[in-house]
């Protein structure tokens, strides 16, 4: 059994669908795609072949992590979530103390994570310094350009 993540049920169905496409529409074209390969005569130097047999096993292995994935989910309780602490699925303002921007991310699992939404892994240096935090509390996050010194400046459920 692999490692259990927590998930909205928005990013479980998300997970679905993507399953679902993957298996009724990207398998059977690569199976097409193959047929064709062995149509066309001596699979032994096929390159359509090869090409299309090594897009299968890519595809086959994606299905199975995302099985694996949607197995291991555990949808969140959103109801249950409160603002007085930095948590999973938050939206917390920050102020950078350096250079005074100020940035806003909403804490997701791993496999909801999207940067250009504003969303940020729960494994990811910023959040797992939040985690746990107040409005007002100060934190340094060691990043990969270095340490930075932030302010919580709010907490919210958006």
Same mark, same amino acid.
């Given at each position: 059994m692999g490692k259990v993540t927590f998930i909205t049920q928005e990013g479980l169905n998300n997970l679905k669908e993507e399953l679902a496409h993957l298996m009724n529409v990207e398998r059977p074209a690569i199976s097409k795609q193959i047929g064709e390969a062995i149509e066309k005569g001596d699979i032994s130097e096929n390159a359509e072949y090869d090409a299309a047999?090594?897009?299968?096993?890519?595809? $086959?292995?994606? &299905?199975?992590?995302?099985? $694996?994935k949607i197995a291991n989910a555990r949808i969140i309780d959103e109801s249950k979530i409160d603002t007085s602490t930095?948590?999973? =699925?938050?939206?917390?303002?920050?102020?950078?103390?350096?250079?005074?921007?100020?940035m806003k991310y909403t804490i997701v699992s791993e496999h909801e994570a999207d940067v250009k939404s504003g969303k940020i892994s729960i494994?990811?240096? &910023?959040?797992?310094?939040? =985690?746990?935090k107040k409005v007002g509390d100060s934190v340094e996050i060691k990043v990969p350009s270095g340490v930075i010194p932030f302010e919580i400046v709010d907490i919210t459920m958006e």
């Open positions: 047999k090594d897009a299968q096993g890519m595809l $086959e292995a994606k &299905i199975a992590l995302l099985r $694996e930095v948590q999973i =699925l938050n939206t917390v303002t920050i102020k950078n103390m350096k250079n005074n921007a100020i494994q990811t240096p &910023i959040a797992k310094g939040l =985690l746990g």
